[in-house]
């Protein structure tokens, strides 16, 4: 097996017992990067001194010290809206061009503790506003299984890059299914954790009240890894959780006790027949364990994707109001502070950024505050209670992680909505904050198919070991061949 | 003035709270640092970075809130006030919108001691300040540029704001005084009104009496920006003038912002307000709502200090005139200093009077305080010991009193030194008295034959052979008691 095969969790034990160098490691996977890269487009920024640096760092630390990390000398790429001292954090805008934070994000400092060695920054939709990719201001990113197709987004560059075998692990953040809907258009595990499970700090807004890190792997016990690291109470945000983190139990799942939970306003017009294929035999192969399967209703569903399209631009307008010109980034010249301001915005924004500002402006403005984001935020306490029913009865929900497949570059970016719609299957869980993992379940016309799990707040701990129990149930399909792969 | 129409005026007060660090990250929150040396990333509206609130400040709003009689919500929130501006970093303002930390407060305006009128407090709420912009021209629409110092930005504030219950300029610096008054025995504030760290603005409207309608849609003009209480009744005194006249005159009010010229003395407009900004409030999703609890809330209520209203009763009890009550009272380095003082010294009306008197004399011309006086209370208590013991007379301890706050020495030091302590030894006083009456047989007789004014003299041609240390009472006593035997002889 090639070092580039290896999971996270191997690569971290070989090197904290010396049978692999983080350096042997880095040379390996630099290697492999210089060879894919190419024709994945899948990093902003790539920082491979430094990583030799780091990787020399943990081969040097005293073997006691070594030996307590838990990511030792493991690769790991970060989405580039999660601010890094040693590389520039862009969030793909223009209007970020070059701008490099004078901190590191907690989720970065805490992997850099674990012993991980960051090697670059991935591409992704300007601010995570999309679902594609297509939206950075910089390059696209072609999804590893068919080059003609979009990786899916927002966390597009990290899903191709562990997908492309460029790093075993790699941090997404999720806001409407930006780190789920890609990691199943690449094949991989993705991993949206309970909303203040892991610290926003470093994290460049979208929308605050439902953005969240987590991991994109290529096995469940990786993401779960990454997880354990990089999960925990923050001071520096005051909306993380204070609570204990738990992880999956190591023994095997045993069916027969697991109650499934199928929406059924899940199943409507709109989802792929590769895709519902795929999902009927997941079903039928998981009744064959013993697994109840069972119908729950979600009734608001209906008003997810017409909520999150207020909830997210408003929180958005106002978040991305600080890109001004007057401190750092892009600053276009006008004869005056408001044309300073117009032209910096006009110049430095997106159009798809843009339109969600105009969005959110609009939602948030006197007298039509209550009708939208008031009404809006009632919604989602509708859909968190219909969570909280459906989950009085079940232990886990199921559903396909989005209702088609990587779709061809252009197919969709001219039709805003059909975009916006195809997150209907995991802007729920960010509405209601609870946590969902996307995991392959084979392939659909040689493309991807992810299955999501969606487990109450604070349900990691069953989400992650049922997804695993699944994972020994429906034996991974490789790795796409890239770059003169054999 | 006429009497077509009734002057409605309510304040909007900002508090800046002595906090060692701003309101959401640790930054310090001194004043006068050099420009951006105060800033980190969360003050600075870096990306990514998150707001954590600051508990002490929240402390202190709560002292606040309670000192001014408001009920302390146990649920508030933050929401964000968004608008573009180089001074505010992240293009809003996080403060409290619908739920504010506390409301239904009241403020007593309190003239010759007693309450005469009490004024509603709306509300108080939390907020962060602004940066400031130095502009390098007369403003920043004709500005060459302007200079942005974010060191302000995120200090802690406490917004305070007035029912529109004002009828006079004078009532609102009378309200300004007292809300001062309250808010200096917390120790929350520096409250100086020319380093902004109180800041008044004032709404000032007319109505007209035949009008009956909601006070809120009268036209109203916010005078911004006033650096002093005195200045903000200066303002208020012309904008009543100026609206006024433009009644008379049979012209509409309109609603604005307007500054105020201390050189001149008069509002000028700034914008209109007529287009009324929409600063697109939401609740501020980075900050789970503040909730506290009923002991929280009960605990900051037993310790607060005594209201002003009580310290006025304290000095009413102690002989102290409401006139003299009120300059303490103002002055919460001299209450403390009272307090020492008569701690020690029985006769609380003399503490008073020097204090008042000599002692702020010096204090102004050696630009003390009451916290920085170098004759302490004590070292007051001791030189007013000597004055009720006889070793002093009023005149000679103004002296010694000098003297002490030159050198920093003690009183009776300071006698024995110049030599100035009072004869009170009656023999002695006696022999001198007897020697100017046999010396002005004359004089003794005017004064015999019924000149009162006679005895003066006498007294002086005493006091001049003491060199003037000889007890001005005991002197007179004598006299009088020598000229009677003389009158019998």
New interface residues.
């Given amino acids: 097996m090639r070092i580039y095969e290896m999971t996270a969790g191997d690569i971290a034990s070989k090197v904290r017992r010396k049978e692999l160098s983080a350096t042997e490691c880095m040379e390996e996977i630099a290697e492999r990067i210089g060879r894919v890269e190419p024709f994945v487009g899948a990093f902003l920024h790539l920082n491979l001194d430094e990583a030799m640096r780091q990787a020399r760092a943990i081969d040097n630390l005293p073997s006691g010290e070594r030996e307590r990390l838990p990511l030792a000398g493991v690769p790991v790429a970060v989405k580039d ?3 890094t001292q040693t590389m520039p ?1 862009t ?1 793909a805008s223009k209007i ?1 061009e070059g ?1 490099v ?3 590191d ?1 907690t989720v970065v400092s805490r992997l850099r503790h674990a012993g991980a060695v960051i090697v670059g920054k991935t591409n992704m939709d300007e601010f995570a506003m999309g679902s594609s990719t297509e939206h950075s201001a910089y390059q696209l990113t072609r999804n590893p299984w068919d080059q003609d197709r979009v990786p899916g987004g927002s966390s597009g560059g990290s899903a191709a890059a562990v997908a492309a075998q460029m790093v075993p692990v790699a941090l997404g953040s999720d806001t409407g299914g930006s780190i789920r809907q890609p990691a199943s258009y690449c094949g991989v595990t993705g991993f949206k954790p309970t909303y203040g499970r892991v610290s ?6 979208f ?3 439902l953005d969240q890190i987590g991991p994109l792997a290529r096995n469940v016990d990786d993401a779960s890894l990454i997880y354990e690291v990089i999960a925990g109470y923050d ?5 993380s959780l204070r609570v204990e983190k738990a992880l999956p139990k190591a023994t095997d799942v045993s069916w027969a006790n697991v109650r499934i939970g199928v929406p059924k306003q899940y199943g409507s017009s709109g989802l792929d027949a590769g895709v519902q294929a795929r999902l009927a035999e997941v079903i039928s192969r998981l009744e064959s364990q013993g697994a109840s399967v069972v119908e729950v209703s979600l009734p608001h569903t209906e008003y997810a994707i017409a909520a999150y399209y207020l909830v997210a631009p ?2 958005a ?2 978040n991305l ?4 010109g ?3 980034g892009y600053r276009a010249p006008g004869a ?2 408001l044309e300073m ?1 117009e032209n910096t915005r006009a110049q430095g924004f997106g159009e798809e950024v843009k339109r969600r500002i105009l969005l959110g ?1 609009h939602a ?3 007298g039509y ?1 209550d009708a939208y ?1 008031l009404k809006a935020q009632k919604i989602r306490t509708l859909i968190r209670q219909d969570f909280e029913q459906a989950f009085a009865a079940v232990d886990v929900i199921l559903t396909p992680t989005t209702p088609d497949l990587a779709f061809r570059f252009g197919e969709k970016s001219q039709d805003p909505l059909q975009m916006y719609l195809s997150d209907v299957y995991t802007v729920t869980a960010n509405l209601a904050g609870i946590p969902a993992i996307s995991t392959p379940a084979g392939l659909a016309g040689g493309l991807p198919v992810g299955m999501q799990w969606l487990g109450p707040i604070m349900g990691e701990e069953s989400l992650l070991h049922i997804a695993r129990g699944f994972e020994k149930l429906w034996p991974s399909e490789g790795w796409p061949a890239l770059g003169g792969d054999a | 003035m006429n009497s077509t129409y009734e002057v409605i005026i309510g304040l909007e007060v900002h508090v800046e709270l002595k906090t060692q660090s701003k309101l959401f990250c640790s930054c310090s929150t001194e004043f006068g640092a050099d420009p951006n040396t105060h800033t980190c990333p969360v003050c600075l509206g870096m990306p990514g970075v998150l707001p954590v609130l600051n508990e002490a400040a929240v402390a202190c709003a709560v002292k606040a809130a309670l000192a001014l009689n408001c009920t302390v919500h146990p649920f508030s929130k933050f929401d964000r006030k968004q608008y573009f501006y180089p001074d505010l970093p992240k293009a809003y303002q996080i403060s409290q919108y619908d739920e504010p930390l506390a409301e239904h407060g009241s403020v007593p305006i309190v003239i010759d001691g007693a309450v005469a009128k009490t004024v509603a407090v709306r509300r108080i709420h939390m907020e962060e300040d602004a940066g400031k912009l130095n502009h390098l021209g007369q403003r920043l629409g004709d500005a060459k540029g302007s200079m942005v110092d974010l060191n302000r930005a995120g200090v802690p504030l406490v917004e305070i704001v007035s029912e529109p219950d004002m009828r006079s300029a004078d009532e609102a610096r009378l309200y300004l005084t007292e809300l001062r008054n309250i808010l200096s025995y917390l120790d929350i504030s520096d409250l100086r009104m020319e380093e902004g760290s109180m800041r008044c603005d004032a709404n000032v409207s007319l109505r007209p009496l035949d009008y009956h309608g909601s006070l809120e849609d009268l036209p109203r003009v916010e005078i911004k920006n006033v650096n002093s209480i005195r200045n903000v009744y200066r303002g208020i005194e012309y904008e009543i003038a100026r609206q006024a006249e433009k009644m008379g005159r049979g012209e509409r009010i309109v609603k604005e912002t307007r500054g105020f010229d201390d050189q001149n003395g008069r509002t000028y407009s700034q914008r209109s307000k007529e287009e009324a900004n929409d600063y697109r409030y939401f609740p501020e999703p980075d900050l789970p709502p503040l909730v506290l609890t009923a002991s929280y809330i009960e605990e900051a209520a037993q310790s607060l200090p005594p209201s002003s209203m009580a310290i006025r009763q304290e000095l009413a009890e102690a002989g102290v005139t409401a006139n003299d009550a009120e300059v303490i009272v103002a002055d919460r380095a001299s209450l403390v200093y009272w307090r020492s003082a008569t701690a020690v010294f029985a006769d609380k009306r003399q503490v008073t009077n020097w204090m008042l008197s000599d002692v702020s004399r010096l204090l102004n011309a050696y630009g003390d305080t009451f916290w920085t006086a170098r004759v302490g209370p004590q070292a007051l208590a001791d030189l007013l010991a000597l004055i009720e013991r006889g070793t002093l007379s009023g005149r000679m301890a103004k002296e010694v009193l000098d003297r002490m706050y030159e050198t920093g020495g003690r009183a009776e030091d300071i006698v024995q030194s110049m030599g100035v302590s009072q004869i009170t030894d009656k023999a002695a006083i006696q022999t001198v008295v007897q020697q100017v009456v046999a010396g002005n047989p004359h004089v003794v007789q005017d004064y015999l034959s019924g000149k009162d004014k006679a005895l003066g003299f006498l007294v002086g041609q005493v006091m001049k052979q003491t060199k003037g240390q000889a007890k001005p009472d005991m002197v007179n006593a004598i006299l009088k008691d020598v000229m009677a035997d003389y009158a019998k002889a």
């Fill in positions: 809206n999660m601010a954090t969030a970020l701008f934070a004078p901190y994000a926003r700090y470093g994290l460049i807004a929308a605050s009240s001071p520096l945000d005051a909306s408003a929180e307008s106002s109001s600080r890109f001004d007057v401190r750092y005056d502070l301001y402006t948030l403005s006197a505050y984001y």
